[in-house]
C-alpha cells in the first residue's frame, strides 16, 4: 500500500509498505479521511520524535477486516478512530487526567513502523486497547464528520475544564478551526463570546458560529480581498467606540473582566494580555502551547493574590466521545464548514505546509481517499 512515511525533520516520502497485519483482536481500516492537526506539523518540523513513522491520527475510513476475537464491529462499517484511550483505573485517570495515563500515551493505532497514528496511508491496524474509542458513522453522515470527532473532543475537554455559569463572557483568541469550534460550543453552552484574530474572513465566520463579538488583531500584508471585507466589517462593529480590547472587555463587562479567556494561539503575548483581561478568580486556559522548553514571563501575582487561575489542556477525553459524537453528527456544530481544503495522498506534505502556513481562504486542511 501507499504511505506518507516520516524519514526526519521536514522529510515526507511517498512509497510503498506492507498492508498492516491484524491479531484475532483487532481491526484493519481503508483510511477515507485523515485530517491534519497542529501537533504532528511540530513533530515533522521539529523533528521531536526519531523516523520512521506514518503520521495521521484524525482517521475515519471503513472496516475491511475484522480479527477472529474481534466483537461489536462488522466489515463494511464506516468508523471514525480514536489513536489514545485510557485505561480508567490508574491513579491518573481517577483524578480524570486521562493523557497522562500510561496506557493513553500509547498509540493504538498504525500503518507500520512506530505507531503514530497511520491516517496518512492507505490501511490502518487498530490495536485492541483502543477499539473501545471506534465510534460508528451513521449512514446520513460523511467521513468528514467523523475525522472530526478527535479534535472537537479536545475542545470539549477543554471547556469542561473551566468554572462557566451560564451567560459568562470568554475570549477566544485565535479563531482557525479549533479557535471556531471553541466559539460553537461555548454558544451552545449559553457563553457570550468575544473572538479575536488577525484575519477579518475568520472573523466574520466566527459570527456564523455564534460569537457576539469580535475583535481584530492588527496585521500586516493586507490584500485587497481583506480590506474589502474589513471595511464591511467595520460597518457591523461601528457602534463600539472603544480603540482597544481592553476598552471592549471594560464595555461588555460593565468594568468587571472577562470570566475566562482561552488561547487558541501559541503567543506568549495573548497569555499575558489576557491575564489583564479575565477578572479576579477568573481562568485563562492554554491550548495551543505544546512545544515544550519555551519560557515566558508572567506575573504570578495574578495567580496568586488575584486567584486567576492559569491551566492547560491537551488531547482528548475518551468519557466524552458519545457527547461529542451527538453534537457532531447532529450538525449542531457543523464541521462541514470548517474543511477547506482537501489533498490527495500523495501531496500529504502539502496539505502539511498549508495547515503550517494558513492562508486567508484556509481553515481545516486534510488528507482525502475518500469514495462516498
Known amino acids: 500500500m501507499r504511505a506518507i512515511v516520516y524519514r526526519g525533520p521536514n522529510d515526507l516520502r511517498l512509497e510503498n509498505v506492507p498492508v498492516p497485519r491484524i491479531g484475532s483482536g483487532e481491526l484493519l481500516v481503508k483510511v477515507a479521511v485523515c485530517g491534519v492537526c497542529p501537533t504532528d506539523i511540530k513533530k515533522i518540523q521539529y523533528g521531536t520524535v526519531p523516523p520512521p513513522r506514518v503520521f495521521g491520527h484524525e482517521t475515519a475510513g471503513v472496516i475491511v477486516r475484522r480479527g477472529a476475537q474481534t466483537r461489536g464491529f462488522q466489515v463494511g462499517e464506516r468508523v471514525a478512530l480514536h489513536h489514545h484511550v485510557p485505561c480508567l483505573k490508574c491513579h491518573d485517570c481517577a483524578h480524570r487526567a486521562f493523557a497522562q495515563c500510561a496506557q493513553y500515551k500509547r498509540t493504538g493505532i498504525t500503518a507500520g513502523f512506530e505507531p503514530a497514528g497511520g491516517g496518512y496511508a492507505e490501511y490502518v491496524r487498530v490495536m485492541p486497547w483502543v477499539l473501545p474509542g471506534v465510534v460508528k458513522i451513521p449512514q446520513r453522515n460523511s467521513f468528514f464528520e467523523g475525522a472530526m470527532l478527535e479534535p472537537v473532543n479536545t475542545v470539549l475537554k477543554a471547556i469542561k475544564r473551566l468554572a462557566l455559569l451560564n451567560g459568562d463572557t470568554v475570549l477566544v483568541a485565535g479563531q482557525g478551526p479549533i479557535g471556531l469550534m471553541f466559539t460553537r460550543l461555548l454558544t451552545l453552552q449559553g457563553m457570550k463570546v468575544v473572538a479575536t484574530d488577525r484575519l477579518v474572513s475568520r472573523l466574520e465566520l466566527s459570527r456564523d458560529f455564534g460569537a457576539k463579538w469580535t475583535w481584530e488583531v492588527n496585521s500586516e500584508n493586507r490584500s485587497p480581498k481583506s480590506e474589502a471585507l474589513r471595511s464591511k466589517f467595520r460597518v457591523q462593529s461601528s457602534r463600539f467606540n472603544v480603540s482597544s480590547l481592553a476598552q471592549l472587555t471594560d464595555l461588555l463587562t460593565h468594568g468587571r473582566g472577562l470570566d475566562a479567556a482561552i488561547i487558541a494561539v501559541p503567543s506568549d503575548e495573548v497569555v499575558r494580555e489576557a491575564q489583564q483581561l479575565v477578572r479576579c ?59 477547506t481544503h482537501e489533498f490527495p495522498l500523495d501531496q500529504t506534505a502539502a496539505a502539511i505546509g498549508l495547515a503550517a502556513q494558513p492562508t486567508e481562504n484556509s481553515l481545516k486542511v486534510v488528507v482525502t481517499q475518500r469514495t462516498e
Open 281 to 339: 478568580g477568573g481562568q485563562v486556559l492554554l491550548f495551543s502551547h505544546t512545544r515544550r522548553g519555551e519560557q515566558a514571563c508572567l506575573d504570578l501575582a495574578t495567580i496568586c493574590t488575584d486567584e486567576k487561575d492559569l491551566i492547560g489542556s491537551y488531547s482528548a477525553d475518551f468519557t466524552l466521545q458519545a457527547e461529542v459524537a451527538r453534537l457532531v453528527f447532529s450538525q449542531k456544530l457543523d464541521v462541514r464548514q470548517l474543511i
